[in-house]
């Protein structure tokens, strides 16, 4: 029988399959090797929470499986269709999946 984490797992790849924009690359800040496809969600204008509610922003979110990428740094670039996305914070993690609010390089 499956346990718990198990069914989470597969619930997460289900989503990430429906869901998913296509494959990215990370290239981390201290130049080692990239990280070469994973599966994100991309969410233009990202909408955050402040003191005075949700607000729109320019910034991109991204969003991963955290068993194809483990963690990401303030500074490091998602290389996705083309575009340079770079890493502001992570904003979310439940532990299984991540999103990362990032800016686009031109």
């Not at 991309?42 to 991963?64: H, I, K, Q, S, Y």
């Not at 068993?67 to 904003?91: N, P, S, T, W, Y």
Request: charge should be neutral; aromatic fraction near 4%; charged fraction near 25%.
């Amino acid at each position: 029988m499956p346990t718990f984490g198990d069914r989470v797992a597969r619930m997460d790849a289900r989503v990430m399959r429906m869901l998913k924009n296509g494959c990215a690359e990370y290239q981390p800040l201290d130049g080692s090797q990239p990280v070469l496809g994973v599966e994100v969600m991309v969410d233009e204008n990202l909408m955050r929470n402040g003191p005075d509610g949700v607000f729109a922003t320019n910034a991109v979110g991204v969003t991963w499986r955290k068993c194809q990428l483990r963690d990401v740094e303030r500074g490091a670039v998602f290389v996705h269709a083309g575009r340079r996305l770079v890493i502001e914070e992570k904003i979310m993690d439940d532990g299984q999946m991540a999103t990362a609010a990032c800016m686009e390089a031109k």
